[in-house]
């Protein structure tokens, strides 16, 4: 089998290149970066620039999937032209990749594509399943929504189209534990807000398994990247203190601070959805690590 794959350097992506080479999945991988490319046995890279409209269809030679990661990191602060490049970067890349694969003789069969979970509501008092049909009026909500469309396109194609709605991706190689553990490294930790929100959340080791899942067994259709097991803010940050043996003495930081010190972006750290795997368990997927406490220890281990 051979996978292209965009946002092959992210935080997920590195993890799955690791998986996909150990089990013989030969790779093929989208650069904007020309020094990043890399031309070995079973890991070639490809130069494309979305903005411009360039990409080198090379890159689909022999390829039966596509995995599509790439779009601006939402951990920035969301400036108005922040924000626009937000949707940019989603919406032009798969733009781009839909008319290489439109005008280039391939073999691809299946994309699976990244999504967030901030499509649906936040409201803790519903477990949501793929089959809601709520959308979330905010900023991130439209951005998954406009991101899905984009993929769902290549139906069109004939493509078979999977789209994983990814929580939050626990590591200690990046993104949210990372921050959420530094204050606690430091003794002044402590939950946001009332620390009631549920959190839905994956280990890294899932989500790339749970992608590698998804081309093994040409999946179609929407599935929540996620933990069986939400927890609230206030378990998690517990979980982590608890691990890396440090006290919880502190007041909630209220949502009021976190709004001033980090603008809109503050809204990640007060996600409140409480969201179902059942979807992705009854297809045969098998989480390695279903619990928080299981999740924290192996990642500070």
């Known amino acids: 089998m051979k996978v292209l794959i965009t946002g092959a350097t992210g935080l997920i992506g590195n993890e799955l290149v690791s998986l996909l080479l150990q089990n013989g999945v030969s790779i093929h991988y989208l650069t904007t970066s020309k020094k990043k490319i890399e031309n070995e046995l079973n890991y070639k890279g490809f130069y494309w620039n979305p903005e411009q409209g360039i990409i080198d269809e090379n890159c689909l030679m022999g390829v039966d999937a596509i995995i ?64 809601s049909k709520e959308i979330d009026n905010s900023f991130l909500g439209n951005v998954v929504y406009k991101w899905e469309e984009s993929a769902d396109k290549f139906k069109s194609l004939g493509l078979k189209v999977c789209k994983l709605r990814t929580g939050i991706v626990l590591s200690n190689k990046g993104g949210a534990l990372i921050e959420m553990a530094k204050p606690i490294k430091m003794g002044i930790g402590s939950p946001f807000g009332t620390g009631k ?72 750290l007060f996600e409140n959805r409480n969201l179902s795997a059942q979807k992705i368990i009854d297809k045969g997927f098998v989480f390695k690590y279903k619990t928080i406490e299981k999740a924290i220890e192996n990642i500070y281990a």
């Not at 626009?84 to 994309?111: D, T």
């Open 68 to 131: 599509h990661f790439s779009g601006a990191t939402i951990s920035k602060r969301w400036t108005n032209s922040y924000k626009q490049e937000i949707i940019e970067s989603r919406l032009l890349s798969s733009a781009v990749l839909f008319k290489a694969l439109k005008n280039h003789p391939n073999q691809v069969k299946q994309i699976v594509s990244a999504s967030g979970t901030a499509i649906y509501p936040n409201n803790d008092k519903v477990i949501y399943d793929e089959n």
């Open 197 to 268: 929100q549920m959190q839905s959340w994956i280990h890294i080791h899932d989500i790339a398994a749970l992608y590698f899942f998804a081309i093994s067994n040409d999946l179609e259709g929407v599935y929540n990247a996620v933990a069986p097991n939400p927890v609230s803010n206030e378990k998690l940050t517990m979980a982590i203190a608890t691990v890396l043996k440090k006290p919880l003495f502190m007041p909630n930081i209220p949502k009021f601070m976190m709004k001033f010190i980090l603008g809109e972006m503050h809204e990640l």
